[in-house]
């Protein structure tokens, strides 16, 4: 049977426990090197940070078109599967241009944003802006009649 004194030791280590998972993670967001254990569902946003009283361990998911550098991020409310869909998309749209356009792309844009709401396509300051549901017919259009290919 135990006695006091063990009692006291594990009660001890209950609450130091308990604190640490406390320090390790707080539940305003505030702790920018914790981030999430995230299913593959629950993946981080442009500049999203989760930390919701969890032990946390998990970045943003970026994707990145084929054959060149650079990344794809999703805003905070575009499911993984939007996401996903949205690179095909801009994937299928990069590889019907043709010859310099496709240099053009890799010069013109440095990032690429999938949205929610907002226009289509639209370029600021070297970022693509990529609405989740616009097409490729949406996508080559617009680089082609802004002529940033």
Sequence with gaps: MKNWKQYVVIGFLLILCLVFLLIACDNNKNNDSILCNCSIKEHLSIDEICCNGEDCNCSELIGIIES????????????????????????????????????NFIVKIMEIHIIKNGNNVELIDNILYVKYNATKGNIKTYLIINEIV
């Design 68 to 103: 060149i550098n650079i990344n794809i991020r999703k805003q905070e409310g575009i499911t993984v599967d939007q996401m996903n869909i949205a690179i095909i998309t801009i994937n299928e749209a990069y590889t019907e241009l043709v010859g310099t356009e496709q240099d």
